[in-house]
């Protein structure tokens, strides 16, 4: 415990652990312990890979939705 460096990344708000891990307790202790001496660097903007899709006409853009990417028809989006 606090020997080492280490470096997180997410595209989810501290807010957002709590859905992810299915128990916000859990959330909250594990944020607590990641979250203890540390730096937070919240970097905000368009991701660089997206902006690169969309510039190659990969992903339609919907405006009526709020500007929501819409994948092609042939890309399969299920898990």
Known sequence: YEKGAIIL???KSYGAW???FG???LATAILDRLLHHSSTVNIKGESYRIR???KAGF???D?????QLIPPAN???DA
């Open 9 to 11: 990344t997410s595209n």
């Open 18 to 20: 709590g859905e992810i």
């Open 23 to 25: 128990d916000t307790v």
């Open 52 to 54: 690169e899709k969309k």
């Open 59 to 61: 992903f339609k853009i």
């Open 63 to 67: 405006s009526s939705n709020g500007d």
């Open 75 to 77: 890309l399969s989006t």
